[in-house]
């Protein structure tokens, strides 16, 4: 069999031509990989504005889990929606940051755009 058709071979068995340690290799980071995705789900970090008058929980994957406000920051509409916003914003960086620190131990450092 030449090399062409060994290769179309391979790639139709899944193998895609790589070697099966390369193959173990790969599988092995997709799980470490979905194993991170999946923590991120879990954990949880907080944002505050206004000396805490605002806070936001905030989950890994960037989602809003709960707005606190105290009712002196209710008072005032226009300055609440600013803590808001800080607020949020706040979580959200720590989040971001978060799931970088996690996704640089899978990457040994090296940044790849849009993994986080």
């Known amino acids: 069999m030449n090399r062409r058709l060994r290769r179309q071979a ?10 099966a340690a390369a193959q173990g290799q790969q599988q092995q980071q997709l799980a470490m990989l979905q194993k991170v995705q ?13 000396g805490g008058a605002v806070k936001v929980v905030v989950t890994g994957k960037q989602t809003v889990e709960s707005v606190e406000i105290t009712p002196e920051a209710a008072e005032d509409v226009d300055l609440l929606q600013d803590l808001i916003v800080a607020a949020v914003n706040d979580a959200l960086g720590k989040a971001n940051e978060m799931a970088s620190e996690r996704f640089s131990s899978l990457t040994g450092g090296i940044d790849i755009p849009g993994l986080t």
């Open 10 to 19: 391979q790639r139709s068995q899944g193998g895609g031509g790589l070697p």
């Open 38 to 50: 999946d923590e991120l789900e879990t954990l949880t970090v907080e944002g505050t504005a206004g």
